[in-house]
């Protein structure tokens, strides 16, 4: 069972940076499919980015060219950067993997594993 501890989160103002990162453990497949997603009050989950085992990234219309995902294999830890963060950023950001089902799909991953979510609030 893969388990994912996010931390990294808090409160920037307008135009501010802030990286998450996601240690990941239990996780034994070199297939691994690994990402990160949002929701913000009263709006449904969607994915922010996401990195597979191929080396492939995608990244949602809305982040891109401002927020990058990496991973540090040795460490088991995925990293978000986020930079030039605005109000519309703001939400709770959970760290994803495959896993079992239900799934949420996206860019070609099904995610079935979640970490508890670490909040980032962007204020004016």
């Known amino acids: 069972q893969v388990q994912l501890v996010e931390s990294g989160g808090g409160s920037v103002q307008n135009g501010g940076s802030l990286r998450l990162s996601c240690v990941a453990s239990?996780?034994?497949?070199?297939?691994?499919?690994m990402g990160w997603f949002r929701q913000a009050p009263g709006k449904g989950r969607g994915g922010v980015a996401r990195?597979?085992?191929?080396?492939?990234?995608s990244y949602a219309d809305s982040v891109k060219g401002r927020f990058t995902v990496s991973l540090d294999y040795a460490k088991k830890t995925l990293y978000l950067e986020m930079n030039s963060l605005s109000p519309e950023d703001s939400a709770m950001y959970y760290c994803a993997s495959v896993g079992p089902p239900p799934r949420d799909t996206w860019a070609g991953c099904g995610f079935g594993s979640w970490g508890q979510g670490t909040q980032v609030t962007v204020s004016e």
């Open positions: 990195l597979r085992y191929d080396g492939d990234i």
């Open positions: 239990g996780y034994s497949s070199n297939y691994y499919c």
